[in-house]
């Protein structure tokens, strides 16, 4: 079976930085599209970067200039490295990736139970 797990989550002065991780593991065949999500309390769920398996990259505009993605297949891992941050990017952070699991014929989303980041002085 398939699991993403996060880490790297945690307490964090405003214009601080934290590096999340998400491993995948399981019989995996081949990783498409790894992205972070974040959800803050009474907010909707949003996507903050995603990189495709060609290393293209998006962001949100709320994050560009101060979020980095990147991954590293070899580890079947994502990264997000964040700088700067602020009040705002306070939020559940989860991780989402499109995977091709073994004996399966269809690619299939899957997502990390979550890391939380607090941003307070």
């Known amino acids: 079976q398939v699991q993403l797990v996060e880490s790297g989550g945690g307490l964090v002065q405003p214009g601080g930085t934290l590096r999340l991780s998400c491993v995948a593991t399981?019989?995996?065949?081949?990783?498409?599209?790894m992205a972070w999500y974040r959800q803050a309390p009474g907010k909707q769920r949003e996507l903050v970067a995603g990189?495709?398996?060609?290393?293209?990259?998006n962001y949100a505009d709320s994050v560009k200039g101060r979020f980095t993605i990147s991954r590293d297949d070899a580890k079947n891992t994502v990264y997000l490295q964040m700088n700067s941050l602020n009040p705002d990017d306070a939020a559940d952070y989860y991780c989402?990736?499109?995977?091709?699991?073994?004996?399966?014929?269809?690619?299939?989303?899957?997502w990390g139970q979550g890391t939380q980041v607090t941003v307070s002085s």
């Open positions: 989402n990736a499109r995977i091709l699991q073994g004996g399966s014929y269809y690619w299939d989303d899957y």
């Open positions: 399981g019989n995996i065949i081949n990783i498409d599209i």
């Open positions: 990189i495709t398996s060609d290393n293209t990259r």
